[in-house]
């Protein structure tokens, strides 16, 4: 590409006062042998409009279930909830057929980590608490979010490991920022829950999205500060740290071959964001 001609992009501006300074300097990283995203995985204007209507219908889709869920459902009323909601406002449910998972949305109950799968015997008790992963297609383009809920009322260790995960997912987005590293936001999230006694969950973790469901780079939370992938305006991925009260250890149901449980027993919590670095910080796509 040369300097005049007009941007990959699609900006309609000329390369040298679009993308030219931007790859310039990731190319200094590059040379310092950080790890840097490749091209792809900056998204155009155009992209990031589509995934923007993609990530507002999750965000509804989150606040659908926010307004009906309660004790006495099941985690196949939410199933049907976000299914039906995601579909008649032109939407596809993004885990229905993900790899084999057999619902249109991940509910993770008390000791279980992730991608619960929802069913019509698993009741929501007062006392429970669940998060509810959702992530929609629309128009081809993916987004990704999830809530903790609670049911009724709920013990003060639930509350204060909500608390303190919904704390450290904040502390993540305040270290997230263009020209940073993805380390620096799993050092923001692991050192809040550590400082609290709490531990991160390794190996399961973010990811980059928008094109697909999802894409590179893998985001950890529990790598150093300064280390893993620069951070570059257009990139997208989520934040969406697992805190467990015990240890981060977990095991995977053997049977469904999807729920993730805790190996102690204890209770895990996990909030996610999807994110977009700008020019000059990080925008919150859908939450
Ligand atoms: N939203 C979950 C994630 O972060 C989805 C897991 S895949 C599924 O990436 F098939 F379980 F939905
Ligand atoms: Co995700």
Redesign the pocket.
Do not use: I, K, R, V
């Given at each position: 590409m040369e300097r005049n001609d007009f941007c990959w992009c699609g900006s309609g501006k000329k390369y040298k006062k679009c993308h030219m300074p931007i790859e310039e300097r990731i190319k200094l990283h590059e040379e310092k042998g950080e790890i840097v995203p490749t091209r792809d995985l900056l998204k155009t204007p155009e992209q990031i409009e589509k995934i923007k209507k993609s990530a507002a219908l999750n965000t509804a889709v989150l606040d659908e279930v926010a307004s009906k869920i309660c004790a006495g459902m099941s985690t196949a009323d939410i199933d049907r909830i976000v299914h039906d909601f995601t579909t008649k406002n032109g939407g596809i449910p993004?885990?229905l057929g993900?790899?084999g998972?057999p619902k249109s949305v991940?509910t993770s109950l008390n000791n279980e980590v992730?991608?619960g799968i929802p069913d019509e015997g698993i009741i929501l008790q007062e006392g429970d608490i669940i998060n509810v992963?959702v992530?929609t297609i629309l128009d081809g383009y993916y987004s990704?979010a999830?809530r903790m809920f609670k049911i009724g009322k709920v013990s003060e260790r639930a509350e204060r490991l909500i608390r303190v995960t919904e704390e450290c997912v904040e502390l993540g987005l305040a270290a997230a920022k263009p020209w940073g590293h993805l380390g620096d936001i799993a050092d923001a999230i692991n050192s809040h829950a550590k400082a609290n006694g709490y531990s991160v969950v390794e190996d399961i973790g973010?990811?980059g999205i928008g094109l697909e469901?999802?894409e590179e780079p893998f985001v950890s939370y529990v790598t150093p500060k300064g280390s893993e992938m620069l951070l570059v305006p257009g990139m997208m991925f989520?934040i969406?740290p697992m805190i467990n009260e015990g240890s981060p250890d977990f095991f995977v149901d053997e049977d469904n071959g999807?729920t993730v449980y805790t190996e102690d027993d204890g209770l895990s919590a996990q909030i996610?964001y999807m994110v977009l670095i700008t020019n000059d910080g990080v925008e919150i796509l859908t939450k």
């Open positions: 993004a885990p993900y790899q998972f991940c992730c991608h992963d992530s990704d999830s973010g990811h469901f999802h989520t969406e999807w996610e």
